[in-house]
């Protein structure tokens, strides 16, 4: 007897589904106005040096506000003042002549700045003066907090198997709060940034489970159905973050805002029901029962009362070792696990690099920041939409590869397209995105059906550290235009295409059951010709094998 023969018992996709989705729709909201709050609070407003302790021999303060500037700050070439450097002594005679100072001795500003507070009240940038020679620090905050998100996948990858969905759950839930509102009120640079990297530790457990929690209770029918509506949170939370930042323009005010949600998410844990397949896989079968029934309930079907099934799924062989405790090196320990833990890597780093990357790159459509954030949010929307069709009708990884590929085309299209065709170039460089962004929706959902139950949560876990790798470098290749301008699109292209072409080595798991344990993965059959991998499933598979997985793995290494 398997787990989904139960689910369909007490239907596998009703209310008590969509209100599981409904119930982690709040946490799932937040996690983009996280991930991407340093868009707004790291940003540097223009700012020039403070003249405001300047003296020059008690002549300046005669003058009006206009010629102080004028006598104390270098110009740039289009005539605004320079960020970062002041006249070695004041030059009186810039007032009666139209020279632009340019050969005359600069120092680094002394006496602070002076910061354009129109479009932010304060910034990270605005708090410290993280400018200047300090730049790099505010783009720092991002790499930490994104370290810490790494941490917290490991971690909780591994809690969430050994411990459960829901309790983790709770607990993510929690060190989030705590440590966001925190951060709120950090009175140095360094403790900011140890708090931010607690929240994004905390924040990866909201990310991983409430993906595989609503996998976990969805049938085989449904499952990308339910996992596109719940990446759809994503999008609306990045497009209340563009919302949020607009209204709230102080950063200490801004985090406390997108942090409140989850004081909501609290309350509506008590809810949230554990996940039966984790429960019996752990031999805990009368606690499954339990949800089972409630269910059945919540979707009027007849209660699961057969005394023979619950016997039959009680006695059921989940695990190989009853007191055995699953970790990450169940994920290398056998020659098919480690084929899919190396193939998942590779397609989670580059699928991270390659949406980071072009979210970075892209230019925006001549608008305010706000409003450019809120549309690239919204075009995630038709993105996800059209993955849930594919994802339906050619499969998961033909829709993995098909995304990548086309990414990566875009990409290539794009470095050879004159830039006086901005228009076109525009459409493209958006397609793209919408691609990598349907590349990201699939690899969420095609990773929790490959994982079996048992290590699934660790496997999560591992991709997603893998993925925030990528995340971490893709700014790095975009500074290699220092070298060579196209040398980052072709990177990224690269990058982007050859993900697809390992993403087919991958099995299909379209209307195919999860696998339970590791013998499930270890004794299926495997077809390698033209990278095709298939479960056996009462069906015998006939298969030539080529060296086309070889070759490409080779390739790589």
């Not at 919302?243 to 950063?251: K, N």
């Not at 405790?325 to 290398?332: A, G, P």
């Amino acid at each position: 007897m398997k787990f989904e023969t139960l689910l369909d018992e007490v239907d596998g996709f009703g209310p008590f589904q969509i209100l599981i989705l409904i119930l982690l729709c709040t946490p799932r909201i937040v996690l983009p106005c996280h991930f991407l709050l340093n868009i707004f609070i790291a940003a540097v407003p223009p700012h020039r040096c403070d003249i405001s302790t300047l003296d020059g021999g008690g002549l300046l303060q005669n003058l009006s506000l206009e010629q102080r500037l004028t006598v104390s700050l270098p110009v740039q070439d289009n005539g605004i003042p320079k960020s970062c450097e002041v006249f070695a002594e004041p030059q009186f005679q810039l007032l009666s002549n139209s020279s632009s100072g340019a050969h005359l001795p600069t120092v680094h500003c002394r006496s602070g700045w002076v910061y354009d507070n129109s479009t932010f009240t304060s910034t990270l940038a605005t708090e410290w003066d993280l400018v200047c020679d300090r730049k790099s620090l505010s783009k720092t905050t991002a790499t930490i907090f994104f370290a810490g998100v790494m941490a917290g996948a490991i971690a909780f990858g591994y809690l969430c198997d050994k411990y459960g969905r829901k309790n983790t759950l709770l607990a993510s839930y929690i060190l989030s709060i705590v440590f966001g509102f925190c951060s709120a009120f950090a009175n140095s640079y360094i403790l900011f940034t140890v708090l931010r990297f607690c929240t994004g530790f905390g924040l990866a457990g909201i990310s991983l489970i409430s993906v595989v929690l609503s996998i976990e209770w969805s049938d085989v029918g449904h499952r990308a159905l339910i996992g596109v509506m719940g990446s759809l949170a994503w999008c609306v939370g990045n497009m209340f973050l563009a919302g949020f930042a607009f209204l709230v323009t102080d950063w200490r005010m801004l985090i406390m805002t997108v942090t409140c949600p989850l004081g909501f998410a609290v309350l509506t844990w008590w809810w949230i029901p554990e996940s039966a397949r984790w429960l019996l896989a752990n031999s805990r079968a009368k606690e499954a029962q339990t949800y089972l029934n409630k269910c059945a309930t919540f979707n009027k079907k007849p209660l699961i009362s057969s005394k023979y099934k619950w016997e039959m799924l009680s006695n059921m062989k989940i695990k190989d070792n009853q007191e055995k405790n699953y970790s990450f090196i169940d994920l290398v320990k056998t020659p098919k696990m480690r084929q899919l833990t190396l193939l998942t890597g590779i397609i989670w780093y580059r699928v991270a690099t390659t949406y980071y990357g072009i979210s970075l790159n892209i230019t925006g459509f001549g608008l305010n920041m706000y409003l450019t954030h809120f549309i690239y949010a919204a075009i995630e929307f038709p993105a996800k939409l059209m993955a849930y069709f594919f994802l339906n009708k050619i499969g998961r990884r033909k829709c993995q590869a098909g995304t990548l590929l086309l990414t990566g085309t875009c990409i290539f299209i794009n470095i050879f397209m004159p830039k006086d065709l901005w228009h076109v170039r525009s459409v493209i460089a958006t397609l793209g995105k919408g691609l990598s962004e349907a590349a990201f929706t699939t690899v969420f959902l095609y990773t929790t059906e490959i994982y079996p139950t048992v290590v699934r949560q660790n496997g999560v876990g591992y991709t997603s550290f893998v993925g925030r790798l990528g995340v971490a470098v893709a700014p790095l290749i975009l500074l290699l235009e220092d070298v060579w301008t196209l040398l980052p699109q072709i990177i990224l292209s690269s990058v982007a295409i050859f993900s697809g072409l390992v993403s087919l080595l991958l099995p299909e798991t379209l209307n195919v059951r999860l696998p339970e344990t590791i013998d499930d993965i270890e004794k299926s059959s495997l077809c390698h010709e033209f990278g095709i991998v298939l479960y056996q499933s009462n069906v015998h598979v006939t298969c030539t094998c080529t060296r086309l997985a070889i070759t490409l793995v080779s390739l790589h290494l």
